[in-house]
Protein backbone atom coordinates (compact mmCIF):
# COMPACT_ATOMS: atom_id res chain seq x y z
CA UNK A 1 0.00 0.00 0.00
CA UNK A 2 1.53 3.83 -0.39
CA UNK A 3 2.33 5.43 2.13
CA UNK A 4 1.49 9.07 2.19
CA UNK A 5 2.34 9.95 5.64
CA UNK A 6 1.41 13.22 6.93
CA UNK A 7 -1.43 14.19 4.42
CA UNK A 8 -4.64 14.01 5.57
CA UNK A 9 -7.53 13.84 3.35
CA UNK A 10 -10.86 14.56 4.13
CA UNK A 11 -12.69 11.31 4.92
CA UNK A 12 -15.37 11.17 2.02
CA UNK A 13 -18.89 8.68 2.78
CA UNK A 14 -18.12 6.02 0.07
CA UNK A 15 -15.26 5.19 -2.16
CA UNK A 16 -16.04 2.48 -4.93
CA UNK A 17 -13.24 0.43 -6.04
CA UNK A 18 -13.97 -0.57 -9.87
CA UNK A 19 -15.68 0.84 -12.88
CA UNK A 20 -17.07 -1.43 -14.45
CA UNK A 21 -20.94 -2.39 -14.64
CA UNK A 22 -21.07 -3.09 -10.39
CA UNK A 23 -19.28 0.16 -9.81
CA UNK A 24 -21.01 2.18 -12.16
CA UNK A 25 -24.06 0.52 -10.94
CA UNK A 26 -23.76 1.54 -7.52
CA UNK A 27 -22.77 4.89 -8.31
CA UNK A 28 -26.23 5.42 -10.09
CA UNK A 29 -28.17 4.16 -7.23
CA UNK A 30 -26.17 6.26 -4.75
CA UNK A 31 -27.25 9.37 -6.33
CA UNK A 32 -30.74 8.16 -6.61
CA UNK A 33 -30.32 8.02 -2.75
CA UNK A 34 -29.33 11.31 -2.60
CA UNK A 35 -25.76 10.29 -1.95
CA UNK A 36 -23.06 12.59 -3.67
CA UNK A 37 -20.23 12.61 -1.64
CA UNK A 38 -18.29 9.44 -3.31
CA UNK A 39 -15.46 8.63 -5.51
CA UNK A 40 -15.19 5.95 -8.07
CA UNK A 41 -11.75 4.60 -8.52
CA UNK A 42 -10.76 3.03 -11.37
CA UNK A 43 -6.98 2.00 -12.13
CA UNK A 44 -7.56 1.84 -15.62
CA UNK A 45 -8.00 4.87 -18.45
CA UNK A 46 -11.85 4.37 -18.76
CA UNK A 47 -14.83 2.99 -17.68
CA UNK A 48 -16.79 -0.17 -18.90
CA UNK A 49 -14.52 -3.11 -16.85
CA UNK A 50 -14.93 -6.62 -18.27
CA UNK A 51 -16.67 -4.28 -21.82
CA UNK A 52 -14.02 -1.99 -22.10
CA UNK A 53 -11.62 -4.88 -21.80
CA UNK A 54 -12.73 -7.41 -24.05
CA UNK A 55 -12.67 -6.61 -27.32
CA UNK A 56 -11.82 -9.42 -29.37
CA UNK A 57 -13.79 -10.17 -32.39
CA UNK A 58 -17.71 -11.55 -32.02
CA UNK A 59 -17.41 -10.63 -28.23
CA UNK A 60 -20.65 -10.18 -26.75
CA UNK A 61 -23.13 -11.41 -23.91
CA UNK A 62 -24.56 -15.15 -23.82
CA UNK A 63 -27.40 -13.94 -21.84
CA UNK A 64 -29.75 -11.81 -24.12
CA UNK A 65 -29.28 -8.14 -23.67
CA UNK A 66 -32.60 -7.41 -22.58
CA UNK A 67 -31.82 -9.01 -19.49
CA UNK A 68 -27.94 -8.47 -18.99
CA UNK A 69 -28.71 -4.59 -18.47
CA UNK A 70 -29.86 -3.06 -15.28
CA UNK A 71 -33.82 -2.37 -14.73
CA UNK A 72 -33.29 1.07 -13.74
CA UNK A 73 -31.00 1.46 -16.98
CA UNK A 74 -33.48 0.27 -19.50
CA UNK A 75 -32.33 0.25 -23.71
CA UNK A 76 -34.97 -0.17 -26.02
CA UNK A 77 -32.44 0.52 -28.77
CA UNK A 78 -30.65 -2.87 -28.49
CA UNK A 79 -29.91 -3.88 -31.86
CA UNK A 80 -30.01 -7.40 -31.13
CA UNK A 81 -31.07 -10.13 -28.87
CA UNK A 82 -27.30 -10.46 -27.82
CA UNK A 83 -25.47 -7.65 -28.36
CA UNK A 84 -21.93 -7.23 -28.86
CA UNK A 85 -19.41 -5.99 -26.68
CA UNK A 86 -19.13 -2.37 -28.47
CA UNK A 87 -22.78 -2.10 -28.03
CA UNK A 88 -22.58 -3.24 -24.09
CA UNK A 89 -19.86 -0.46 -23.56
CA UNK A 90 -22.16 1.89 -25.32
CA UNK A 91 -24.90 1.10 -22.99
CA UNK A 92 -22.27 1.84 -19.63
CA UNK A 93 -20.90 5.08 -21.31
CA UNK A 94 -24.52 6.35 -21.69
CA UNK A 95 -26.09 4.92 -18.29
CA UNK A 96 -22.68 6.90 -17.00
CA UNK A 97 -23.45 10.08 -18.57
CA UNK A 98 -26.69 10.42 -18.06
CA UNK A 99 -26.32 9.56 -14.19
CA UNK A 100 -23.61 12.64 -14.45
CA UNK A 101 -20.82 10.20 -12.82
CA UNK A 102 -18.03 11.81 -14.68
CA UNK A 103 -16.93 13.97 -11.77
CA UNK A 104 -16.69 11.09 -9.46
CA UNK A 105 -14.49 9.07 -11.56
CA UNK A 106 -11.04 8.64 -11.02
CA UNK A 107 -9.13 7.24 -13.51
CA UNK A 108 -5.48 5.63 -13.09
CA UNK A 109 -6.33 5.07 -9.60
CA UNK A 110 -5.10 1.27 -9.04
CA UNK A 111 -5.76 0.43 -5.24
CA UNK A 112 -3.34 -1.42 -3.49
CA UNK A 113 -5.14 -2.63 -0.46
CA UNK A 114 -7.55 -0.88 2.39
CA UNK A 115 -6.84 -1.10 6.23
CA UNK A 116 -9.99 -0.46 8.64
CA UNK A 117 -9.20 2.25 10.89
CA UNK A 118 -11.55 1.26 14.24
CA UNK A 119 -10.66 4.26 15.99
CA UNK A 120 -12.16 6.28 13.43
CA UNK A 121 -14.89 4.05 11.67
CA UNK A 122 -13.11 4.92 8.37
CA UNK A 123 -11.64 2.63 5.72
CA UNK A 124 -8.08 3.92 4.41
CA UNK A 125 -7.72 3.48 0.92
CA UNK A 126 -3.72 3.16 -0.73
CA UNK A 127 -3.80 3.91 -4.19
CA UNK A 128 -0.68 2.82 -6.21
CA UNK A 129 2.01 5.66 -6.36
CA UNK A 130 2.31 9.20 -5.51
CA UNK A 131 -1.82 9.33 -5.76
CA UNK A 132 -2.89 10.69 -2.74
CA UNK A 133 -4.88 7.41 -0.43
CA UNK A 134 -8.30 7.83 0.21
CA UNK A 135 -10.19 7.72 3.19
CA UNK A 136 -13.86 7.02 2.96
CA UNK A 137 -16.76 6.02 5.61
CA UNK A 138 -17.83 3.19 3.65
CA UNK A 139 -16.36 0.99 0.73
CA UNK A 140 -17.68 -1.13 -2.26
CA UNK A 141 -15.48 -3.64 -3.28
CA UNK A 142 -16.54 -3.96 -7.26
CA UNK A 143 -13.09 -5.07 -8.57
CA UNK A 144 -15.06 -7.63 -10.69
CA UNK A 145 -14.58 -11.28 -10.45
CA UNK A 146 -13.36 -11.53 -14.32
CA UNK A 147 -10.68 -8.46 -14.29
CA UNK A 148 -7.48 -10.23 -14.56
CA UNK A 149 -6.54 -12.27 -17.48
CA UNK A 150 -4.95 -15.41 -16.92
CA UNK A 151 -2.73 -17.18 -18.70
CA UNK A 152 -2.13 -21.09 -18.41
CA UNK A 153 0.63 -22.27 -16.67
CA UNK A 154 2.28 -24.22 -19.39
CA UNK A 155 5.97 -24.95 -19.55
CA UNK A 156 7.84 -22.73 -22.34
CA UNK A 157 5.08 -20.11 -22.20
CA UNK A 158 8.32 -17.64 -22.40
CA UNK A 159 10.14 -19.75 -24.85
CA UNK A 160 7.69 -19.08 -27.73
CA UNK A 161 8.72 -16.66 -30.23
CA UNK A 162 5.63 -15.59 -31.94
CA UNK A 163 2.88 -13.32 -31.14
CA UNK A 164 0.66 -13.84 -28.11
CA UNK A 165 -2.43 -12.62 -27.69
CA UNK A 166 -4.80 -12.63 -24.69
CA UNK A 167 -8.90 -12.77 -25.51
CA UNK A 168 -9.23 -9.91 -22.31
CA UNK A 169 -6.23 -8.00 -24.23
CA UNK A 170 -6.86 -8.29 -27.82
CA UNK A 171 -3.98 -6.61 -30.60
CA UNK A 172 -6.74 -4.87 -32.71
CA UNK A 173 -3.34 -3.61 -34.66
CA UNK A 174 -1.80 -7.12 -35.55
CA UNK A 175 -2.88 -8.51 -39.09
CA UNK A 176 -4.15 -12.14 -39.01
CA UNK A 177 -4.34 -12.12 -43.10
CA UNK A 178 -2.46 -15.33 -44.26
CA UNK A 179 -1.57 -16.29 -40.88
CA UNK A 180 -1.06 -19.47 -38.80
CA UNK A 181 -2.52 -19.09 -35.67
CA UNK A 182 -3.23 -21.38 -32.38
CA UNK A 183 -6.18 -20.52 -30.18
CA UNK A 184 -5.69 -22.44 -26.73
CA UNK A 185 -8.89 -22.91 -25.13
CA UNK A 186 -12.56 -23.69 -25.71
CA UNK A 187 -14.22 -21.79 -23.51
CA UNK A 188 -16.93 -19.05 -23.78
CA UNK A 189 -14.63 -16.70 -24.96
CA UNK A 190 -12.86 -18.91 -27.87
CA UNK A 191 -16.44 -20.31 -29.11
CA UNK A 192 -16.93 -16.74 -29.89
CA UNK A 193 -13.32 -15.96 -31.34
CA UNK A 194 -12.72 -18.77 -33.81
CA UNK A 195 -15.61 -18.55 -36.20
CA UNK A 196 -14.11 -14.70 -36.75
CA UNK A 197 -10.48 -15.59 -37.20
CA UNK A 198 -11.15 -18.93 -39.33
CA UNK A 199 -12.88 -16.02 -41.81
CA UNK A 200 -9.28 -13.59 -41.29
CA UNK A 201 -6.34 -16.20 -41.17
CA UNK A 202 -5.07 -18.73 -43.11
CA UNK A 203 -5.20 -21.80 -41.02
CA UNK A 204 -6.81 -21.77 -37.33
CA UNK A 205 -5.71 -25.03 -35.22
CA UNK A 206 -8.27 -25.03 -31.89
CA UNK A 207 -6.24 -26.81 -28.61
CA UNK A 208 -9.50 -28.49 -26.85
CA UNK A 209 -8.42 -29.75 -23.06
CA UNK A 210 -12.22 -30.56 -22.51
CA UNK A 211 -15.00 -29.90 -24.85
CA UNK A 212 -18.27 -28.21 -22.86
CA UNK A 213 -21.99 -28.26 -23.68
CA UNK A 214 -23.14 -25.90 -26.73
CA UNK A 215 -26.44 -24.82 -27.21
CA UNK A 216 -28.29 -22.91 -29.91
CA UNK A 217 -27.98 -18.97 -29.83
CA UNK A 218 -30.99 -17.85 -31.48
CA UNK A 219 -29.53 -14.11 -32.65
CA UNK A 220 -32.07 -11.81 -33.90
CA UNK A 221 -32.23 -8.53 -35.00
CA UNK A 222 -34.83 -5.98 -33.03
CA UNK A 223 -37.10 -4.77 -35.53
CA UNK A 224 -37.66 -1.07 -36.38
CA UNK A 225 -41.00 -1.67 -34.98
CA UNK A 226 -40.13 -3.32 -31.49
CA UNK A 227 -37.57 -0.93 -30.96
CA UNK A 228 -40.79 1.56 -31.60
CA UNK A 229 -42.61 -0.02 -29.41
CA UNK A 230 -40.02 -0.29 -26.44
CA UNK A 231 -39.69 3.52 -26.98
CA UNK A 232 -43.32 4.43 -26.35
CA UNK A 233 -44.51 1.41 -24.33
CA UNK A 234 -41.57 1.07 -21.51
CA UNK A 235 -44.03 -1.53 -19.90
CA UNK A 236 -43.85 -3.66 -22.76
CA UNK A 237 -40.20 -3.60 -22.58
CA UNK A 238 -40.65 -4.53 -18.51
CA UNK A 239 -42.86 -7.16 -19.62
CA UNK A 240 -39.80 -8.76 -22.45
CA UNK A 241 -37.66 -8.95 -19.82
CA UNK A 242 -39.90 -10.22 -17.23
CA UNK A 243 -40.48 -13.05 -19.60
CA UNK A 244 -36.52 -13.60 -20.76
CA UNK A 245 -35.83 -13.60 -16.65
CA UNK A 246 -38.36 -16.41 -16.08
CA UNK A 247 -37.47 -18.57 -18.69
CA UNK A 248 -33.48 -18.11 -17.44
CA UNK A 249 -35.16 -19.29 -14.22
CA UNK A 250 -36.68 -22.67 -15.93
CA UNK A 251 -33.53 -23.68 -17.01
CA UNK A 252 -31.99 -23.20 -13.34
CA UNK A 253 -33.98 -26.88 -12.44
CA UNK A 254 -31.77 -28.41 -15.34
CA UNK A 255 -28.38 -26.75 -14.91
CA UNK A 256 -28.16 -25.96 -11.30
CA UNK A 257 -29.61 -29.22 -9.88
CA UNK A 258 -29.62 -32.79 -11.62
CA UNK A 259 -33.38 -33.63 -12.40
CA UNK A 260 -35.06 -34.67 -15.69
CA UNK A 261 -34.59 -30.86 -17.01
CA UNK A 262 -30.96 -31.91 -17.18
CA UNK A 263 -31.74 -34.54 -19.74
CA UNK A 264 -33.53 -31.96 -22.06
CA UNK A 265 -30.78 -29.68 -21.59
CA UNK A 266 -28.53 -32.45 -23.14
CA UNK A 267 -30.61 -33.64 -25.66
CA UNK A 268 -30.70 -30.24 -26.95
CA UNK A 269 -26.64 -30.21 -26.65
CA UNK A 270 -26.62 -33.62 -28.37
CA UNK A 271 -28.93 -32.80 -31.48
CA UNK A 272 -27.22 -29.41 -32.43
CA UNK A 273 -23.79 -31.48 -32.61
CA UNK A 274 -25.69 -33.78 -34.72
CA UNK A 275 -27.16 -31.59 -36.96
CA UNK A 276 -23.95 -29.39 -37.24
CA UNK A 277 -21.19 -32.28 -37.04
CA UNK A 278 -21.56 -34.72 -39.88
CA UNK A 279 -18.46 -36.50 -39.09
CA UNK A 280 -18.34 -39.08 -36.05
CA UNK A 281 -14.99 -38.84 -35.32
CA UNK A 282 -15.23 -34.94 -34.42
CA UNK A 283 -18.64 -35.22 -32.87
CA UNK A 284 -17.26 -37.98 -30.62
CA UNK A 285 -14.49 -35.16 -29.95
CA UNK A 286 -16.79 -32.54 -29.27
CA UNK A 287 -19.16 -34.34 -26.57
CA UNK A 288 -19.09 -33.41 -23.27
CA UNK A 289 -18.37 -36.30 -20.25
CA UNK A 290 -19.59 -34.26 -17.75
CA UNK A 291 -23.03 -33.05 -16.94
CA UNK A 292 -24.64 -30.46 -18.72
CA UNK A 293 -24.18 -27.15 -15.87
CA UNK A 294 -21.58 -28.05 -14.21
CA UNK A 295 -19.34 -25.71 -16.46
CA UNK A 296 -20.94 -22.32 -18.08
CA UNK A 297 -22.84 -23.27 -20.96
CA UNK A 298 -21.62 -22.20 -24.19
CA UNK A 299 -24.16 -20.12 -26.16
CA UNK A 300 -23.14 -19.99 -30.23
CA UNK A 301 -24.64 -21.30 -33.48
CA UNK A 302 -21.27 -20.84 -35.24
CA UNK A 303 -18.35 -22.45 -33.70
CA UNK A 304 -18.83 -26.24 -34.91
CA UNK A 305 -19.38 -25.08 -38.24
CA UNK A 306 -16.45 -22.96 -37.82
CA UNK A 307 -14.75 -26.23 -36.75
CA UNK A 308 -15.18 -27.81 -39.89
CA UNK A 309 -13.84 -24.66 -42.11
CA UNK A 310 -10.97 -26.44 -44.64
CA UNK A 311 -8.86 -24.34 -42.70
CA UNK A 312 -9.49 -25.35 -39.24
CA UNK A 313 -8.65 -27.86 -37.31
CA UNK A 314 -9.62 -29.42 -33.86
CA UNK A 315 -6.69 -31.14 -31.43
CA UNK A 316 -7.29 -32.90 -28.53
CA UNK A 317 -3.83 -33.85 -27.64
CA UNK A 318 -2.72 -32.77 -24.74
CA UNK A 319 -0.38 -29.50 -25.10
CA UNK A 320 2.91 -30.89 -23.25
CA UNK A 321 5.53 -27.43 -23.94
CA UNK A 322 5.50 -23.92 -25.81
CA UNK A 323 8.57 -24.11 -28.21
CA UNK A 324 10.44 -20.91 -29.94
CA UNK A 325 7.65 -22.01 -33.12
CA UNK A 326 4.66 -23.49 -31.49
CA UNK A 327 2.79 -25.67 -29.35
CA UNK A 328 4.16 -29.61 -28.65
CA UNK A 329 1.43 -32.23 -27.74
CA UNK A 330 1.56 -35.15 -26.41
CA UNK A 331 2.16 -37.41 -29.77
CA UNK A 332 4.96 -35.75 -30.16
CA UNK A 333 3.55 -32.84 -32.99
CA UNK A 334 4.84 -29.38 -33.01
CA UNK A 335 2.44 -27.11 -34.47
CA UNK A 336 4.21 -24.23 -35.71
CA UNK A 337 1.80 -20.83 -34.94
CA UNK A 338 2.74 -17.25 -36.23
CA UNK A 339 0.25 -16.29 -33.44
CA UNK A 340 -1.04 -17.69 -30.35
CA UNK A 341 -4.58 -16.64 -29.04
CA UNK A 342 -4.88 -17.24 -25.12
CA UNK A 343 -8.94 -18.02 -24.79
CA UNK A 344 -7.52 -19.31 -21.34
CA UNK A 345 -10.08 -16.77 -19.06
CA UNK A 346 -9.41 -15.55 -15.89
CA UNK A 347 -7.19 -15.55 -12.40
CA UNK A 348 -10.28 -16.03 -10.77
CA UNK A 349 -9.99 -15.07 -6.71
CA UNK A 350 -11.73 -18.40 -5.34
CA UNK A 351 -9.27 -18.08 -2.15
CA UNK A 352 -7.43 -14.86 -0.86
CA UNK A 353 -8.79 -11.48 -1.71
CA UNK A 354 -8.07 -9.51 -5.03
CA UNK A 355 -6.25 -6.56 -3.41
CA UNK A 356 -5.26 -6.81 0.41
CA UNK A 357 -8.01 -6.17 3.58
CA UNK A 358 -7.35 -5.58 6.86
CA UNK A 359 -10.61 -4.87 9.39
CA UNK A 360 -10.96 -4.88 12.48
CA UNK A 361 -8.17 -6.30 15.20
CA UNK A 362 -5.54 -6.15 12.60
CA UNK A 363 -7.65 -9.11 11.15
CA UNK A 364 -6.49 -9.86 7.29
CA UNK A 365 -8.88 -11.36 5.15
CA UNK A 366 -6.96 -13.05 2.79
CA UNK A 367 -5.78 -15.25 5.60
CA UNK A 368 -9.12 -16.42 6.80
CA UNK A 369 -10.21 -16.75 3.23
CA UNK A 370 -7.09 -18.43 1.97
CA UNK A 371 -8.71 -22.12 2.08
CA UNK A 372 -11.71 -20.22 -0.28
CA UNK A 373 -13.97 -17.47 0.11
CA UNK A 374 -17.14 -16.89 2.66
CA UNK A 375 -19.07 -14.06 3.13
CA UNK A 376 -22.68 -13.08 4.55
CA UNK A 377 -25.26 -13.51 1.54
CA UNK A 378 -22.56 -12.38 -0.47
CA UNK A 379 -22.05 -9.09 0.25
CA UNK A 380 -20.52 -8.37 3.95
CA UNK A 381 -17.80 -10.24 5.79
CA UNK A 382 -17.93 -10.41 9.40
CA UNK A 383 -14.64 -8.14 11.35
CA UNK A 384 -14.64 -5.98 8.35
CA UNK A 385 -17.31 -3.22 8.95
CA UNK A 386 -18.63 -0.65 6.11
CA UNK A 387 -17.19 -2.80 3.56
CA UNK A 388 -19.20 -4.04 1.18
CA UNK A 389 -18.66 -6.77 -1.96
CA UNK A 390 -20.39 -7.19 -5.23
CA UNK A 391 -20.41 -10.09 -7.03
CA UNK A 392 -19.15 -11.56 -3.83
CA UNK A 393 -18.41 -14.66 -2.67
CA UNK A 394 -21.38 -17.66 -4.00
CA UNK A 395 -23.04 -15.06 -5.89
CA UNK A 396 -22.37 -16.36 -9.35
CA UNK A 397 -25.36 -17.44 -11.65
CA UNK A 398 -24.88 -20.46 -13.55
CA UNK A 399 -28.83 -19.85 -15.64
CA UNK A 400 -29.17 -16.23 -15.33
CA UNK A 401 -27.68 -12.50 -16.16
CA UNK A 402 -25.00 -11.54 -13.27
CA UNK A 403 -26.81 -8.09 -13.80
CA UNK A 404 -29.43 -8.75 -11.89
CA UNK A 405 -27.52 -10.26 -9.20
CA UNK A 406 -25.43 -7.30 -9.20
CA UNK A 407 -28.77 -5.39 -8.76
CA UNK A 408 -29.72 -7.16 -5.79
CA UNK A 409 -26.27 -6.55 -4.62
CA UNK A 410 -26.10 -3.02 -5.52
CA UNK A 411 -29.54 -2.17 -3.63
CA UNK A 412 -28.88 -4.26 -0.48
CA UNK A 413 -25.39 -1.93 -0.26
CA UNK A 414 -26.85 1.59 -1.22
CA UNK A 415 -29.52 0.51 1.65
CA UNK A 416 -26.71 -0.23 4.02
CA UNK A 417 -24.51 2.52 3.13
CA UNK A 418 -27.41 4.79 3.84
CA UNK A 419 -28.07 3.91 7.31
CA UNK A 420 -24.71 4.09 8.09
CA UNK A 421 -24.91 7.68 6.92
CA UNK A 422 -28.31 8.52 8.04
CA UNK A 423 -27.80 7.12 11.43
CA UNK A 424 -24.53 8.54 11.76
CA UNK A 425 -23.10 4.99 12.91
CA UNK A 426 -19.43 4.23 12.82
CA UNK A 427 -19.69 0.66 12.07
CA UNK A 428 -22.36 -1.80 10.55
CA UNK A 429 -20.40 -5.21 11.30
CA UNK A 430 -22.08 -8.54 10.42
CA UNK A 431 -22.43 -10.87 13.18
CA UNK A 432 -19.94 -13.80 12.65
CA UNK A 433 -22.44 -16.55 13.68
CA UNK A 434 -25.12 -14.77 10.96
CA UNK A 435 -22.33 -15.20 8.59
CA UNK A 436 -21.57 -18.51 9.64
CA UNK A 437 -25.00 -19.51 9.93
CA UNK A 438 -25.70 -18.43 6.00
CA UNK A 439 -22.24 -20.35 5.08
CA UNK A 440 -23.17 -23.56 6.31
CA UNK A 441 -26.66 -23.55 4.91
CA UNK A 442 -25.18 -22.21 1.21
CA UNK A 443 -22.41 -24.93 1.10
CA UNK A 444 -25.23 -27.92 2.37
CA UNK A 445 -27.60 -26.71 -0.80
CA UNK A 446 -24.10 -26.77 -2.99
CA UNK A 447 -23.95 -30.42 -2.66
CA UNK A 448 -26.93 -31.22 -4.65
CA UNK A 449 -25.97 -28.94 -7.63
CA UNK A 450 -23.96 -30.01 -10.45
CA UNK A 451 -21.19 -27.66 -10.03
CA UNK A 452 -20.42 -29.68 -6.34
CA UNK A 453 -20.89 -33.20 -8.98
CA UNK A 454 -17.52 -34.23 -9.45
CA UNK A 455 -16.49 -32.40 -12.50
CA UNK A 456 -13.55 -29.80 -12.32
CA UNK A 457 -14.08 -26.26 -12.90
CA UNK A 458 -12.75 -22.30 -12.47
CA UNK A 459 -15.90 -22.33 -9.82
CA UNK A 460 -13.86 -24.59 -7.46
CA UNK A 461 -10.52 -24.16 -5.15
CA UNK A 462 -8.16 -26.80 -5.75
CA UNK A 463 -9.49 -28.92 -2.47
CA UNK A 464 -12.86 -28.73 -4.30
CA UNK A 465 -14.57 -25.71 -2.11
CA UNK A 466 -17.21 -23.82 -3.94
CA UNK A 467 -16.67 -20.16 -3.21
CA UNK A 468 -18.45 -18.57 -6.22
CA UNK A 469 -21.55 -20.09 -7.05
CA UNK A 470 -25.35 -19.28 -5.57
CA UNK A 471 -27.15 -22.78 -5.17
CA UNK A 472 -30.33 -21.53 -6.23
CA UNK A 473 -32.61 -19.48 -8.31
CA UNK A 474 -32.09 -16.22 -9.03
CA UNK A 475 -35.42 -14.92 -7.47
CA UNK A 476 -34.11 -16.73 -4.13
CA UNK A 477 -31.18 -14.67 -4.51
CA UNK A 478 -32.49 -11.27 -4.97
CA UNK A 479 -35.61 -12.01 -2.41
CA UNK A 480 -32.77 -12.85 0.05
CA UNK A 481 -31.47 -9.16 -0.24
CA UNK A 482 -34.46 -7.27 -0.42
CA UNK A 483 -34.33 -6.15 3.69
CA UNK A 484 -31.26 -5.07 5.79
CA UNK A 485 -31.60 -7.35 8.55
CA UNK A 486 -29.98 -5.14 10.85
CA UNK A 487 -30.74 -7.52 13.63
CA UNK A 488 -27.81 -9.76 11.45
CA UNK A 489 -25.18 -6.86 12.74
CA UNK A 490 -23.54 -5.56 15.33
CA UNK A 491 -24.68 -1.24 15.02
CA UNK A 492 -22.36 0.89 16.95
CA UNK A 493 -23.01 5.06 16.45
CA UNK A 494 -20.46 7.93 16.41
CA UNK A 495 -20.40 9.86 19.11
CA UNK A 496 -20.76 13.40 18.07
CA UNK A 497 -17.98 15.20 20.07
CA UNK A 498 -15.57 12.88 19.39
CA UNK A 499 -15.26 10.99 16.52
CA UNK A 500 -13.03 7.67 18.20
CA UNK A 501 -15.75 7.25 20.52
CA UNK A 502 -18.38 4.50 19.89
CA UNK A 503 -21.38 3.64 21.23
CA UNK A 504 -22.87 -0.28 20.16
CA UNK A 505 -26.44 0.49 19.72
CA UNK A 506 -27.05 -3.37 19.10
C1 LIG B 1 -16.08 -11.81 -22.15
C2 LIG B 1 -17.09 -11.85 -21.04
C3 LIG B 1 -18.43 -12.01 -21.34
C4 LIG B 1 -19.38 -12.04 -20.30
N1 LIG B 1 -20.68 -12.22 -20.65
C5 LIG B 1 -21.59 -12.31 -19.68
C6 LIG B 1 -22.96 -12.54 -20.02
O1 LIG B 1 -23.33 -12.65 -21.17
N2 LIG B 1 -23.84 -12.66 -19.01
C7 LIG B 1 -23.47 -12.55 -17.71
O2 LIG B 1 -24.34 -12.67 -16.84
N3 LIG B 1 -22.18 -12.31 -17.36
C8 LIG B 1 -21.23 -12.20 -18.31
N4 LIG B 1 -19.93 -11.97 -17.97
C9 LIG B 1 -19.54 -11.78 -16.58
C10 LIG B 1 -19.12 -10.30 -16.38
O3 LIG B 1 -17.87 -10.21 -15.81
C11 LIG B 1 -20.04 -9.52 -15.55
O4 LIG B 1 -21.30 -9.71 -16.06
C12 LIG B 1 -19.74 -8.03 -15.42
O5 LIG B 1 -19.26 -7.40 -16.58
C13 LIG B 1 -18.79 -7.81 -14.28
O6 LIG B 1 -18.86 -6.47 -13.91
P1 LIG B 1 -18.02 -5.93 -12.69
O7 LIG B 1 -18.24 -4.48 -12.64
O8 LIG B 1 -18.28 -6.75 -11.49
O9 LIG B 1 -16.52 -6.26 -13.08
P2 LIG B 1 -15.64 -5.66 -14.25
O10 LIG B 1 -16.46 -5.37 -15.43
O11 LIG B 1 -14.50 -6.60 -14.41
O12 LIG B 1 -15.12 -4.28 -13.67
C14 LIG B 1 -14.19 -4.22 -12.63
C15 LIG B 1 -13.39 -2.95 -12.76
O13 LIG B 1 -12.57 -2.82 -11.60
C16 LIG B 1 -11.30 -2.36 -11.98
N5 LIG B 1 -10.35 -2.79 -10.96
C17 LIG B 1 -10.00 -4.06 -10.63
N6 LIG B 1 -9.11 -4.05 -9.62
C18 LIG B 1 -8.90 -2.75 -9.30
C19 LIG B 1 -8.08 -2.09 -8.33
N7 LIG B 1 -7.30 -2.80 -7.49
N8 LIG B 1 -8.10 -0.74 -8.26
C20 LIG B 1 -8.89 -0.01 -9.09
N9 LIG B 1 -9.68 -0.59 -10.05
C21 LIG B 1 -9.69 -1.94 -10.14
C22 LIG B 1 -11.06 -3.00 -13.33
O14 LIG B 1 -10.10 -2.29 -14.08
C23 LIG B 1 -12.46 -2.95 -13.95
O15 LIG B 1 -12.64 -1.77 -14.68
C24 LIG B 1 -18.97 -11.92 -18.97
C25 LIG B 1 -17.62 -11.78 -18.68
C26 LIG B 1 -16.69 -11.75 -19.68
C27 LIG B 1 -15.25 -11.60 -19.33
Redesign the pocket.
Known amino acids: MSNTAGTHPRTIDVAI?????????AAIRLKQRGIHDFVI????TA????????T?PG?????PSRL?SYSFAPNPEWSHT?SG?DEILGYIQTMSAEFGLAPHFRFG????GIVFDEGAGRWDVGIEGDTENVRARTVVL???????AGFPNIPGIDDYAGHKIH??RWDHDYDFTGKKVAVIGTG??AV?IVPELVERAASVKVFQRTPGWVLPRVNRRTSPVTKELFRRVPAAERLSRQAWFYGHESVALGVVWKSPLTRVVELVGRAQLRRQVKDPWLRRQLTPEFRAGCKRLLMTDDYYPALQRDNCKLVTWPIVRLAERGIRTAEGVEHQADCIVFATG?EVSKAGT??PIVGRDGRVLAQEWSRGAYAYKSVAVSGYPNLFL??GPNSG?GH????VY?EAQIDYLVGAIDTVLREDLHMLDVRQERQDRHNAAIQRRLTATTWNSGCRSWYLTEDGFNATMYPGFATQYVNQLRTLELDDYEVVARRADHEADAIPIA
Do not use: K
Open positions: IGGGFAGIGLERGIGGTWRDNYAACDIYYSHNVTASGPLANSAASQFPITFPNSALM
